[in-house]
């Protein structure tokens, strides 16, 4: 008796081209839903670092009966253009990051001071740590920030108050009429507009394209590459930093699509859209200016 086999078929040329091609359909098709799901959850991460700090540091002014400058150089004197410790670093163990907090022992004055007496400050093991707290999930940038002498990166920077002046020429001890600056001691009273109306932190993102270089937690390095380094931890809301993601270097910005968190000394968060009134993020800015605004985000 002879048997016939079946033919074995395979898939012809065409048959697997076109099965190639519908799986790279598909593929671009889930591509563009997996990175839509993970901004969000990267959004809601930096929405929850910012609510983190900004709790820690009002509970930081209530156990200090003051919020933290946003860099502190005692005692202060017309040219101290000299390094201190940032803000940041004065909240670490209310971001629970006590034990780091402690081996710093952040001290003004003393071989503890930021930088040791050098200036400008030199990176130490310490103030290389990289803190997931102080870094947006959505910025590409390097753990070590290369254009402030290889500190470790921050993405939220102090808002030290308004300049009406873009361009304004940095004055040391300078109260811009925010809540954090070089050497403040603001109270919670004395922030008269109310702290559900006053911005205390705002995003700003690394991107060597438009030279934004975020910041730093640890503090200010002092004087680098010829100038004095306040945008390490603090900048105000001029008409240029006001424009959220704007072109200006120093512009509080971030890479979610669309704007950038600011935080609240009162704990709130609120997310600014691009293109929005810079005169809202200015007058939010201030502690005192006695003008209460709408927030349009």
């Given amino acids: 008796m002879i048997s016939h086999r079946p033919a074995r078929r395979g898939f012809t040329l065409i048959e697997l081209l076109v099965v190639i091609a519908i799986i790279a359909v598909l593929i671009g098709l889930l591509l563009p839903a997996v990175q839509k799901v993970r901004e969000a959850a990267a959004r809601l991460k930096c929405a929850n670092n910012v609510k983190q700090m900004c709790l820690g540091l009002h509970n930081f002014a209530q156990a200090n009966g003051r919020f933290p400058p946003a860099y502190d150089n005692q005692p202060p004197t017309p040219y101290d253009y000299i390094p201190g410790w940032g803000w940041a670093t004065h909240l670490l163990p209310y971001v629970e990051q006590d034990a780091l907090h402690k081996q710093i022992n952040p001290m003004t004055t003393g071989p503890n001071r930021f930088g040791?007496?050098?200036?400008?400050?030199?990176?130490?093991?310490?103030?290389?740590?990289?803190?997931?707290?102080?870094?947006?999930?959505?910025?590409?940038?390097?753990?070590?920030?290369?254009?402030?002498?290889?500190?470790?990166?921050?993405?939220?920077?102090?808002?030290?108050?308004?300049?009406?002046?873009?361009?304004?020429?940095?004055?040391?001890?300078?109260?811009?009429?925010?809540?954090?600056?070089?050497?403040?001691?603001?109270?919670?009273?004395?922030?008269?507009?109310?702290?559900?109306?006053?911005?205390?932190?705002?995003?700003?993102?690394?991107?060597?394209?438009?030279?934004?270089?975020?910041?730093?937690?640890?503090?200010?390095?002092?004087?680098?590459?010829?100038?004095?380094?306040?945008?390490?931890?603090?900048?105000?809301?001029?008409?240029?930093?006001?424009?959220?993601?704007?072109?200006?270097?120093?512009?509080?910005?971030?890479?979610?699509?669309?704007?950038?968190?600011?935080?609240?000394?009162?704990?709130?968060?609120?997310?600014?859209r691009d293109g929005g009134d810079p005169n809202i993020l200015k007058w939010l800015g201030g502690r005192r200016d006695g003008v209460v605004v709408e927030p349009d985000f």
Avoid at 201 to 211: A, N, S
Avoid at 219 to 238: A, E, K, Q, R, T
């Fill in 116 to 272: 040791g007496g050098a200036n400008p400050a030199a990176p130490t093991a310490l103030t290389q740590t990289p803190l997931p707290i102080f870094r947006c999930p959505s910025d590409n940038g390097p753990y070590l920030n290369p254009f402030r002498n290889n500190h470790a990166t921050s993405n939220y920077r102090a808002v030290c108050g308004t300049n009406n002046t873009p361009g304004g020429i940095f004055t040391t001890n300078e109260d811009r009429g925010g809540v954090m600056f070089q050497n403040s001691k603001v109270k919670i009273e004395e922030i008269s507009d109310g702290t559900s109306n006053t911005i205390a932190v705002g995003e700003c993102m690394y991107d060597d394209v438009t030279t934004k270089w975020a910041a730093l937690w640890a503090g200010m390095i002092g004087v680098y590459n010829g100038g004095v380094l306040i945008s390490c931890v603090m900048w105000d809301l001029d008409e240029d930093s006001a424009r959220v993601n704007g072109p200006a270097p120093q512009a509080f910005s971030s890479r979610h699509p669309g704007g950038a968190y600011m935080g609240f000394c009162d704990g709130s968060i609120r997310f600014f």
